[in-house]
């Protein structure tokens, strides 16, 4: 059964600094959890939740975890973040072929592209990358490996048009999913929000989205 979250509608959140859009959110914006292991072998699911709520051109995540490790080597955009410590939203319009992926490691270093599968992407150039906004609680440096218990929040606002959404003609519903994994860390995972039934973990695979709405 697919799960279902709406985005409820906050324009002032547009007008905030990423920061003050956490404490905005908080309460007011729906939340929903990253909590589906889907492989056995990959067994280790840290605390992941999410709120989502959007403005006129943007959709806003704000991302809590909380688990063992934190790795955050990459730095640049479309860089490998999904080795790191990292969560992920993948969207589809319905009906359309092509999706969306965005991915992003604990200190908010982001990855995305354009979609037909794994395999078949075209990534976002740099001056498009930095329409992308983060915040990270970490701040955004990076650093090596670290063991021990670690909470950290990111929070991400998407624009709609890289999402092949039109500002003024906003659909009712998105397919889409939420993820958390860290290829490279001491314990990887592959945690998602709507479950995924794939012999392999495989986040690219848009028949196990769930809806967001609008």
Not at 155 to 178: H, L, Q, R, T
Request: charged residues 25%.
């Amino acid at each position: 059964m697919k799960k279902c979250i709406k985005a409820v509608y906050m324009p002032q959140l547009e007008e905030l600094n990423l920061n003050e859009v956490a404490d905005a959110m908080e309460g007011v914006a729906q939340r929903d959890y990253v909590s589906e292991i889907n492989w056995e072998e990959f067994s280790h699911k840290p605390i992941v939740a999410f709120d989502v709520a959007r403005g006129d051109n943007y959709l806003f995540i704000n991302f809590f975890v909380r688990g063992s490790y934190i790795r955050a080597v990459n730095k640049d955009f479309n860089s490998h973040v999904y080795h790191d410590s990292c969560v992920e939203f993948f969207a589809r319009i319905p009906g359309e072929s092509e999706y969306y992926n965005f991915e992003f490691n604990c200190i908010g270093t982001a990855l995305s592209s354009k979609r037909k599968s794994r395999t078949e992407s075209s990534h976002y150039p740099d001056e498009q990358m930095a329409r992308i906004k983060t915040w990270s609680s970490l701040g955004n440096e990076p650093f090596e490996e670290k063991s021990g218990i670690h909470s950290w929040q990111v929070v991400v606002a998407i624009p709609f048009d890289m999402m092949g959404i039109d500002s003024n003609n906003i659909p009712k519903m998105i397919e889409a999913n939420f993820y958390k994994c860290g290829d490279k860390t001491s314990i990887p995972h592959y945690v998602s929000w709507n479950k995924i039934e794939t012999p392999a973990p495989d986040f690219h695979r848009p028949e196990f989205f769930g809806e967001l709405y609008f």
